[in-house]
Protein backbone atom coordinates (compact mmCIF):
# COMPACT_ATOMS: atom_id res chain seq x y z
CA UNK A 1 0.00 0.00 0.00
CA UNK A 2 1.33 3.40 -0.81
CA UNK A 3 1.86 5.52 2.42
CA UNK A 4 1.12 8.73 0.52
CA UNK A 5 -1.87 7.84 -0.42
CA UNK A 6 -4.93 10.67 -1.42
CA UNK A 7 -7.91 8.77 -0.97
CA UNK A 8 -9.78 7.15 1.53
CA UNK A 9 -11.15 3.97 1.14
CA UNK A 10 -9.34 4.21 -2.50
CA UNK A 11 -12.69 6.64 -3.13
CA UNK A 12 -12.91 9.71 -0.89
CA UNK A 13 -10.24 12.24 -1.08
CA UNK A 14 -7.87 12.94 2.08
CA UNK A 15 -7.59 16.60 2.52
CA UNK A 16 -4.28 17.47 1.55
CA UNK A 17 -2.80 18.98 4.56
CA UNK A 18 -3.75 15.98 6.11
CA UNK A 19 -2.11 13.33 3.87
CA UNK A 20 1.08 11.84 4.86
CA UNK A 21 4.63 13.41 3.97
CA UNK A 22 7.58 11.64 5.03
CA UNK A 23 10.01 14.47 4.23
CA UNK A 24 7.36 16.81 6.13
CA UNK A 25 5.96 15.69 9.47
CA UNK A 26 2.47 16.61 10.82
CA UNK A 27 2.41 19.00 13.64
CA UNK A 28 0.55 17.66 16.31
CA UNK A 29 -0.19 21.57 18.12
CA UNK A 30 -2.67 21.59 20.95
CA UNK A 31 -6.14 22.04 18.51
CA UNK A 32 -5.49 18.84 17.20
CA UNK A 33 -4.62 17.45 20.61
CA UNK A 34 -7.78 18.85 22.60
CA UNK A 35 -9.96 17.78 19.27
CA UNK A 36 -8.58 14.24 19.66
CA UNK A 37 -9.67 14.61 23.60
CA UNK A 38 -13.42 16.10 22.62
CA UNK A 39 -13.81 13.31 20.12
CA UNK A 40 -13.17 10.72 22.95
CA UNK A 41 -15.54 12.01 25.02
CA UNK A 42 -18.13 11.95 22.70
CA UNK A 43 -17.47 8.47 21.77
CA UNK A 44 -17.16 6.62 24.86
CA UNK A 45 -20.39 8.38 25.94
CA UNK A 46 -22.26 6.34 23.65
CA UNK A 47 -21.37 3.29 25.86
CA UNK A 48 -22.99 4.76 29.30
CA UNK A 49 -26.11 6.23 27.40
CA UNK A 50 -28.18 3.46 28.60
CA UNK A 51 -27.24 3.36 32.72
CA UNK A 52 -29.54 6.41 34.05
CA UNK A 53 -32.51 5.17 31.69
CA UNK A 54 -32.80 1.44 32.43
CA UNK A 55 -36.16 2.38 34.52
CA UNK A 56 -37.49 4.03 30.95
CA UNK A 57 -36.30 0.93 28.84
CA UNK A 58 -38.22 -1.42 31.68
CA UNK A 59 -41.48 0.19 31.39
CA UNK A 60 -41.09 0.83 27.55
CA UNK A 61 -40.41 -2.28 26.55
CA UNK A 62 -42.80 -3.86 29.58
CA UNK A 63 -39.92 -5.98 30.69
CA UNK A 64 -38.46 -6.44 34.68
CA UNK A 65 -35.28 -4.53 35.73
CA UNK A 66 -33.52 -7.92 35.78
CA UNK A 67 -34.38 -7.96 31.98
CA UNK A 68 -33.33 -4.66 31.24
CA UNK A 69 -30.01 -4.82 33.51
CA UNK A 70 -28.97 -7.35 30.68
CA UNK A 71 -28.16 -4.09 28.26
CA UNK A 72 -25.29 -2.36 29.97
CA UNK A 73 -23.46 -5.88 30.63
CA UNK A 74 -23.46 -6.72 26.95
CA UNK A 75 -22.37 -2.97 26.34
CA UNK A 76 -19.62 -3.55 28.30
CA UNK A 77 -18.83 -7.09 26.76
CA UNK A 78 -19.07 -6.22 23.08
CA UNK A 79 -16.65 -3.22 24.11
CA UNK A 80 -14.29 -5.79 26.00
CA UNK A 81 -14.34 -8.05 23.05
CA UNK A 82 -13.69 -4.89 20.70
CA UNK A 83 -10.57 -4.24 22.72
CA UNK A 84 -9.04 -7.34 22.14
CA UNK A 85 -9.85 -8.16 18.48
CA UNK A 86 -10.44 -4.59 16.79
CA UNK A 87 -7.68 -2.27 18.76
CA UNK A 88 -5.10 -3.96 18.08
CA UNK A 89 -5.86 -3.46 14.16
CA UNK A 90 -4.44 0.02 14.19
CA UNK A 91 -0.96 -1.69 14.05
CA UNK A 92 -1.20 -3.26 10.85
CA UNK A 93 -4.05 -0.54 9.18
CA UNK A 94 -3.84 2.72 8.05
CA UNK A 95 -5.54 4.45 11.77
CA UNK A 96 -7.35 7.52 9.79
CA UNK A 97 -9.63 4.60 8.03
CA UNK A 98 -9.92 2.59 10.87
CA UNK A 99 -11.20 5.04 12.94
CA UNK A 100 -13.87 6.52 10.64
CA UNK A 101 -15.09 3.18 10.26
CA UNK A 102 -15.15 2.65 13.55
CA UNK A 103 -17.34 6.40 14.03
CA UNK A 104 -19.67 5.20 11.04
CA UNK A 105 -20.74 1.87 13.01
CA UNK A 106 -21.87 2.61 15.78
CA UNK A 107 -23.42 6.09 14.36
CA UNK A 108 -25.53 3.99 12.01
CA UNK A 109 -26.48 1.39 14.86
CA UNK A 110 -27.49 3.89 17.01
CA UNK A 111 -30.56 4.63 14.15
CA UNK A 112 -31.80 1.06 15.92
CA UNK A 113 -31.98 2.01 18.84
CA UNK A 114 -33.43 4.78 18.99
CA UNK A 115 -36.87 3.11 16.39
CA UNK A 116 -36.69 -0.39 17.71
CA UNK A 117 -39.73 -1.58 20.20
CA UNK A 118 -38.56 -5.13 20.83
CA UNK A 119 -35.80 -5.67 23.70
CA UNK A 120 -33.78 -8.40 22.05
CA UNK A 121 -32.68 -6.00 18.99
CA UNK A 122 -32.18 -3.63 20.87
CA UNK A 123 -29.56 -5.91 23.28
CA UNK A 124 -27.80 -7.19 20.18
CA UNK A 125 -27.37 -3.30 18.62
CA UNK A 126 -25.95 -2.58 22.36
CA UNK A 127 -23.61 -5.70 22.13
CA UNK A 128 -22.51 -4.46 18.68
CA UNK A 129 -22.18 -0.63 19.53
CA UNK A 130 -20.01 -1.99 22.04
CA UNK A 131 -17.80 -3.96 20.15
CA UNK A 132 -17.22 -0.91 17.75
CA UNK A 133 -16.95 2.07 20.14
CA UNK A 134 -13.18 1.63 20.45
CA UNK A 135 -11.99 4.33 18.36
CA UNK A 136 -10.56 6.49 21.67
CA UNK A 137 -8.19 3.32 21.88
CA UNK A 138 -6.62 4.14 18.29
CA UNK A 139 -6.39 7.68 19.26
CA UNK A 140 -4.13 7.54 22.19
CA UNK A 141 -1.91 5.12 20.25
CA UNK A 142 -1.59 7.71 17.32
CA UNK A 143 -1.86 10.80 20.05
CA UNK A 144 1.39 8.84 21.32
CA UNK A 145 2.72 8.51 17.30
CA UNK A 146 2.44 12.31 16.72
CA UNK A 147 3.23 13.69 19.88
CA UNK A 148 7.11 14.71 19.79
CA UNK A 149 8.76 12.63 22.55
CA UNK A 150 8.77 15.74 25.22
CA UNK A 151 5.18 16.49 25.08
CA UNK A 152 3.93 12.39 25.08
CA UNK A 153 2.93 13.00 28.75
CA UNK A 154 0.36 15.80 28.13
CA UNK A 155 -0.80 14.83 24.65
CA UNK A 156 -1.74 11.57 26.32
CA UNK A 157 -3.52 13.28 29.56
CA UNK A 158 -5.74 15.52 27.21
CA UNK A 159 -6.70 12.25 25.03
CA UNK A 160 -7.17 10.05 28.43
CA UNK A 161 -9.45 12.85 30.11
CA UNK A 162 -11.71 13.21 27.00
CA UNK A 163 -12.35 9.80 27.95
CA UNK A 164 -13.08 9.98 31.40
CA UNK A 165 -15.10 12.76 30.84
CA UNK A 166 -17.47 11.14 28.40
CA UNK A 167 -18.21 8.23 30.96
CA UNK A 168 -19.25 11.20 33.55
CA UNK A 169 -20.90 13.15 30.90
CA UNK A 170 -22.79 10.24 29.39
CA UNK A 171 -24.28 9.78 32.61
CA UNK A 172 -25.49 13.02 33.56
CA UNK A 173 -26.91 14.37 30.36
CA UNK A 174 -28.56 11.18 29.66
CA UNK A 175 -30.52 11.19 32.63
CA UNK A 176 -31.85 14.81 32.20
CA UNK A 177 -32.72 14.36 28.73
CA UNK A 178 -35.16 11.17 29.46
CA UNK A 179 -36.15 12.94 32.49
CA UNK A 180 -37.78 16.03 30.67
CA UNK A 181 -38.51 14.12 27.20
CA UNK A 182 -38.28 10.59 26.19
CA UNK A 183 -35.11 7.79 26.33
CA UNK A 184 -35.37 7.66 22.83
CA UNK A 185 -34.55 11.14 22.66
CA UNK A 186 -31.14 10.55 23.96
CA UNK A 187 -30.56 8.12 21.51
CA UNK A 188 -31.42 10.78 18.59
CA UNK A 189 -29.35 13.33 20.00
CA UNK A 190 -26.45 10.72 19.95
CA UNK A 191 -26.62 10.00 16.62
CA UNK A 192 -26.45 13.73 15.55
CA UNK A 193 -23.05 14.08 18.02
CA UNK A 194 -22.05 11.07 16.34
CA UNK A 195 -22.19 12.46 12.94
CA UNK A 196 -20.71 15.59 14.19
CA UNK A 197 -17.89 13.62 15.63
CA UNK A 198 -17.12 12.04 11.84
CA UNK A 199 -17.42 14.80 10.13
CA UNK A 200 -14.74 16.60 12.06
CA UNK A 201 -12.33 13.08 11.67
CA UNK A 202 -12.75 13.30 8.40
CA UNK A 203 -11.29 17.24 8.50
CA UNK A 204 -9.30 16.91 11.07
CA UNK A 205 -8.22 13.22 11.32
CA UNK A 206 -4.42 13.20 9.81
CA UNK A 207 -3.56 10.19 7.76
CA UNK A 208 -0.48 7.73 8.94
CA UNK A 209 1.02 5.21 7.14
CA UNK A 210 1.32 1.42 8.53
CA UNK A 211 3.86 0.67 10.57
CA UNK A 212 3.85 -3.52 10.49
CA UNK A 213 3.29 -4.13 6.86
CA UNK A 214 3.95 -7.58 7.11
CA UNK A 215 1.95 -8.65 10.49
CA UNK A 216 -0.70 -10.84 10.40
CA UNK A 217 -3.78 -10.84 12.07
CA UNK A 218 -3.34 -13.99 14.33
CA UNK A 219 0.82 -12.95 14.22
CA UNK A 220 -0.53 -9.45 16.65
CA UNK A 221 -1.94 -11.85 19.65
CA UNK A 222 0.95 -14.11 19.11
CA UNK A 223 2.85 -10.42 19.45
CA UNK A 224 0.88 -9.35 22.58
CA UNK A 225 1.12 -13.16 24.51
CA UNK A 226 5.16 -12.62 23.69
CA UNK A 227 5.22 -8.95 25.01
CA UNK A 228 2.77 -10.45 28.44
CA UNK A 229 6.24 -13.03 29.30
CA UNK A 230 8.96 -11.77 27.50
CA UNK A 231 8.55 -7.93 29.11
CA UNK A 232 8.47 -7.25 32.83
CA UNK A 233 7.54 -3.92 32.23
CA UNK A 234 4.35 -4.79 30.33
CA UNK A 235 3.15 -7.43 33.32
CA UNK A 236 3.90 -4.51 35.75
CA UNK A 237 1.98 -2.74 33.88
CA UNK A 238 -1.36 -4.65 33.56
CA UNK A 239 -1.18 -5.55 37.27
CA UNK A 240 -1.01 -2.28 38.33
CA UNK A 241 -3.71 -1.49 36.06
CA UNK A 242 -6.23 -4.27 37.03
CA UNK A 243 -5.52 -3.27 40.56
CA UNK A 244 -6.30 0.29 40.25
CA UNK A 245 -9.07 -0.13 38.11
CA UNK A 246 -10.48 -2.46 40.31
CA UNK A 247 -10.18 0.23 42.90
CA UNK A 248 -11.65 3.24 41.05
CA UNK A 249 -14.66 0.89 40.04
CA UNK A 250 -15.31 -0.44 43.43
CA UNK A 251 -15.42 3.75 44.70
CA UNK A 252 -18.14 4.68 41.73
CA UNK A 253 -20.30 1.40 42.37
CA UNK A 254 -20.70 1.52 45.91
CA UNK A 255 -20.63 5.41 46.74
CA UNK A 256 -24.11 5.38 45.39
CA UNK A 257 -25.38 2.62 47.99
CA UNK A 258 -23.11 4.84 50.94
CA UNK A 259 -24.78 7.87 49.75
CA UNK A 260 -28.65 6.39 49.39
CA UNK A 261 -28.41 4.84 52.89
CA UNK A 262 -28.20 5.61 56.10
CA UNK A 263 -26.78 8.48 57.54
CA UNK A 264 -27.14 9.99 54.32
CA UNK A 265 -30.33 9.16 52.68
CA UNK A 266 -29.81 11.01 48.95
CA UNK A 267 -32.36 11.47 46.33
CA UNK A 268 -30.74 9.79 43.25
CA UNK A 269 -30.41 13.42 41.86
CA UNK A 270 -27.86 14.77 44.59
CA UNK A 271 -25.74 11.18 44.35
CA UNK A 272 -25.44 12.00 40.40
CA UNK A 273 -23.85 15.54 41.20
CA UNK A 274 -21.06 13.46 42.72
CA UNK A 275 -20.30 12.65 39.45
CA UNK A 276 -19.75 16.60 38.97
CA UNK A 277 -16.85 16.31 42.12
CA UNK A 278 -15.25 13.16 40.49
CA UNK A 279 -15.32 15.61 36.62
CA UNK A 280 -13.86 18.51 38.24
CA UNK A 281 -10.70 15.99 39.66
CA UNK A 282 -10.30 14.76 35.75
CA UNK A 283 -10.45 18.28 34.63
CA UNK A 284 -7.80 19.57 36.16
CA UNK A 285 -5.50 17.02 35.26
CA UNK A 286 -4.26 18.47 31.48
CA UNK A 287 -2.76 21.84 33.28
CA UNK A 288 0.14 19.65 35.00
CA UNK A 289 0.56 17.80 31.91
CA UNK A 290 3.88 19.46 31.20
CA UNK A 291 4.62 18.18 34.52
CA UNK A 292 4.13 14.85 33.90
CA UNK A 293 6.02 15.28 30.77
CA UNK A 294 9.54 16.04 33.05
CA UNK A 295 8.95 13.51 35.58
CA UNK A 296 10.19 9.79 34.96
CA UNK A 297 6.71 8.12 34.70
CA UNK A 298 7.65 5.62 37.05
CA UNK A 299 8.09 8.13 40.09
CA UNK A 300 4.82 9.48 38.65
CA UNK A 301 2.42 6.05 38.85
CA UNK A 302 3.97 5.42 42.67
CA UNK A 303 3.45 9.48 43.77
CA UNK A 304 -0.06 8.71 42.27
CA UNK A 305 -0.64 5.74 44.07
CA UNK A 306 0.87 7.09 47.17
CA UNK A 307 -1.77 9.66 47.45
CA UNK A 308 -4.77 7.48 46.33
CA UNK A 309 -3.54 5.59 49.55
CA UNK A 310 -3.87 8.79 51.64
CA UNK A 311 -7.72 9.11 50.05
CA UNK A 312 -8.74 6.15 50.38
CA UNK A 313 -7.61 6.14 53.86
CA UNK A 314 -9.43 9.44 54.25
CA UNK A 315 -12.81 7.20 52.69
CA UNK A 316 -11.75 4.24 55.28
CA UNK A 317 -11.89 6.91 58.37
CA UNK A 318 -14.77 8.97 57.99
CA UNK A 319 -16.39 8.30 54.58
CA UNK A 320 -19.86 6.73 56.65
CA UNK A 321 -19.64 9.17 59.02
CA UNK A 322 -18.84 12.88 57.42
CA UNK A 323 -19.77 14.03 54.07
CA UNK A 324 -17.12 15.93 53.69
CA UNK A 325 -14.87 13.17 53.99
CA UNK A 326 -16.30 11.32 50.78
CA UNK A 327 -16.09 14.62 48.99
CA UNK A 328 -12.45 15.25 49.76
CA UNK A 329 -12.16 11.46 48.67
CA UNK A 330 -14.28 12.01 45.48
CA UNK A 331 -11.88 14.64 44.21
CA UNK A 332 -8.65 12.94 45.15
CA UNK A 333 -9.54 9.82 44.16
CA UNK A 334 -10.81 10.88 40.56
CA UNK A 335 -7.39 13.18 40.20
CA UNK A 336 -4.66 10.91 41.00
CA UNK A 337 -6.41 7.66 39.33
CA UNK A 338 -6.19 10.15 36.43
CA UNK A 339 -2.41 11.07 36.85
CA UNK A 340 -1.48 6.55 37.60
CA UNK A 341 -3.32 6.21 34.25
CA UNK A 342 -1.80 8.49 32.51
CA UNK A 343 1.95 7.70 33.50
CA UNK A 344 0.95 4.44 33.33
CA UNK A 345 0.45 4.33 29.34
CA UNK A 346 3.31 6.66 29.07
CA UNK A 347 5.41 3.29 30.11
CA UNK A 348 3.59 1.44 27.55
CA UNK A 349 4.26 3.30 24.55
CA UNK A 350 7.79 3.71 25.40
CA UNK A 351 8.07 -0.15 25.47
CA UNK A 352 7.87 -0.36 21.62
CA UNK A 353 6.98 2.56 18.85
CA UNK A 354 5.88 -0.24 16.32
CA UNK A 355 3.43 -1.66 18.36
CA UNK A 356 1.73 0.77 20.47
CA UNK A 357 -2.27 -0.23 19.61
CA UNK A 358 -1.34 -3.27 20.98
CA UNK A 359 0.52 -2.37 23.72
CA UNK A 360 -2.19 -0.15 24.96
CA UNK A 361 -5.17 -2.81 24.32
CA UNK A 362 -2.86 -4.87 26.83
CA UNK A 363 -3.93 -2.03 29.40
CA UNK A 364 -7.16 -1.49 28.58
CA UNK A 365 -7.77 -5.47 28.66
CA UNK A 366 -6.65 -5.40 32.05
CA UNK A 367 -8.36 -1.95 33.29
CA UNK A 368 -11.66 -4.11 31.88
CA UNK A 369 -10.96 -7.01 34.05
CA UNK A 370 -10.17 -4.79 36.83
CA UNK A 371 -13.45 -3.06 36.24
CA UNK A 372 -15.10 -6.55 36.23
CA UNK A 373 -13.46 -7.33 39.80
CA UNK A 374 -14.20 -4.46 41.54
CA UNK A 375 -17.75 -4.63 40.67
CA UNK A 376 -18.34 -7.94 41.47
CA UNK A 377 -16.30 -8.28 45.16
CA UNK A 378 -17.03 -4.64 45.70
CA UNK A 379 -20.20 -5.21 45.77
CA UNK A 380 -20.62 -8.09 47.57
CA UNK A 381 -18.40 -7.11 50.61
CA UNK A 382 -19.74 -3.77 50.70
CA UNK A 383 -23.56 -5.94 51.06
CA UNK A 384 -21.97 -8.33 53.28
CA UNK A 385 -19.98 -6.07 55.59
CA UNK A 386 -20.41 -2.98 55.37
CA UNK A 387 -18.84 0.40 53.97
CA UNK A 388 -15.58 0.52 55.93
CA UNK A 389 -14.57 -3.02 55.37
CA UNK A 390 -14.87 -2.56 51.55
CA UNK A 391 -13.30 0.76 52.15
CA UNK A 392 -10.20 -1.61 53.72
CA UNK A 393 -10.27 -3.90 51.38
CA UNK A 394 -9.35 -1.40 48.78
CA UNK A 395 -7.03 -0.11 50.72
CA UNK A 396 -5.11 -3.66 50.58
CA UNK A 397 -5.77 -3.13 46.68
CA UNK A 398 -3.11 0.25 46.55
CA UNK A 399 -0.57 -1.34 49.04
CA UNK A 400 -0.28 -4.25 46.57
CA UNK A 401 0.10 -1.47 43.54
CA UNK A 402 3.22 -0.47 45.63
CA UNK A 403 4.18 -3.64 45.60
CA UNK A 404 4.25 -4.65 42.11
CA UNK A 405 5.89 -1.17 41.40
CA UNK A 406 8.72 -1.05 44.06
CA UNK A 407 9.84 -4.56 42.56
CA UNK A 408 11.61 -3.08 39.35
CA UNK A 409 13.00 0.55 39.51
CA UNK A 410 12.31 3.26 37.27
CA UNK A 411 15.16 2.78 35.27
CA UNK A 412 15.78 -1.28 35.39
CA UNK A 413 16.70 -2.66 32.45
CA UNK A 414 13.79 -4.28 30.21
CA UNK A 415 14.84 -7.63 30.45
CA UNK A 416 15.05 -7.80 34.35
CA UNK A 417 12.11 -8.76 36.39
CA UNK A 418 13.21 -6.89 39.67
CA UNK A 419 16.00 -4.82 40.61
CA UNK A 420 17.46 -0.67 40.50
CA UNK A 421 19.84 -0.96 38.24
CA UNK A 422 20.25 2.86 36.37
CA UNK A 423 19.65 4.33 40.03
CA UNK A 424 16.57 6.67 41.20
CA UNK A 425 16.61 9.07 39.12
CA UNK A 426 13.51 11.82 39.23
CA UNK A 427 13.83 13.87 36.16
CA UNK A 428 13.53 12.79 32.92
CA UNK A 429 16.86 14.47 30.51
CA UNK A 430 14.79 16.33 28.23
CA UNK A 431 16.62 16.43 24.61
CA UNK A 432 17.73 19.97 24.66
CA UNK A 433 19.68 18.92 27.79
CA UNK A 434 21.27 15.69 25.97
CA UNK A 435 22.15 18.41 23.74
CA UNK A 436 24.08 20.35 25.83
CA UNK A 437 25.71 17.77 27.37
CA UNK A 438 26.82 16.51 24.11
CA UNK A 439 28.52 20.08 22.99
CA UNK A 440 29.72 20.49 26.46
CA UNK A 441 33.61 20.60 26.58
CA UNK A 442 33.82 18.34 29.60
CA UNK A 443 34.78 15.37 28.11
CA UNK A 444 32.89 13.18 31.52
CA UNK A 445 29.66 15.45 29.93
CA UNK A 446 30.23 14.18 26.42
CA UNK A 447 30.78 10.87 27.57
CA UNK A 448 27.45 11.25 29.64
CA UNK A 449 25.36 12.86 26.71
CA UNK A 450 26.24 10.08 24.22
CA UNK A 451 25.36 7.24 26.28
CA UNK A 452 22.00 9.18 27.00
CA UNK A 453 21.53 9.65 23.45
CA UNK A 454 22.93 5.63 22.31
CA UNK A 455 20.65 4.31 24.72
CA UNK A 456 17.63 5.98 24.01
CA UNK A 457 18.55 4.93 20.22
CA UNK A 458 19.06 1.28 21.40
CA UNK A 459 15.65 0.96 23.18
CA UNK A 460 14.31 2.78 20.19
CA UNK A 461 15.88 -0.32 17.79
CA UNK A 462 15.33 -3.24 20.23
CA UNK A 463 11.54 -2.37 20.36
CA UNK A 464 11.20 -2.00 16.73
CA UNK A 465 13.13 -5.05 15.94
CA UNK A 466 11.33 -6.78 18.56
CA UNK A 467 8.26 -7.14 15.84
CA UNK A 468 10.04 -9.20 13.28
CA UNK A 469 11.85 -11.71 14.96
Not at 70 to 91: E, H, K, M, S, Y
Not at 167 to 184: D, K, P, Q, Y
Not at 271 to 286: A, E, R, Y
Amino acid sequence: MDPTSSKDFRCLPIPRRLRYDPDKPFHFGMLLNVSFGIGSTLIVANLYYCQPILIQLSASFHVTYDEVARIPTLVQAGFGIGLLFITPLGDMLRRRQLILLLIVFPTTLTIGLAITNNLLVFEIISFLIGLTSVSPQILMALAADLAPPARRGSAISVVQSGFLLGILIARVLSGIVANFTSWRIVYCMSIGVQSIVLGGAYMLLPDYPVKNRDLSYFGIFRSMAKYIVTEPLVSQIMLTSWSASACYTNWWVTLTFLLGGPPYNYSTVIIGLFGLVGMLGVIVIPFFGRLLDRLVPWWSVIVSTVFLLVFQAVQTGAGGINIAAVVISCFGLDMFRQTQSISLSTLMFSISETARSRLYALTIISVFLGQITGTSVGTDVFVGYGWRADSVLFMAMYVFQLVVLILRGPHCPRNRWFGYEGGLKFWKILPSKQSQLVASDDPENVECGHRAVACSEKGDAEGGAEEFR
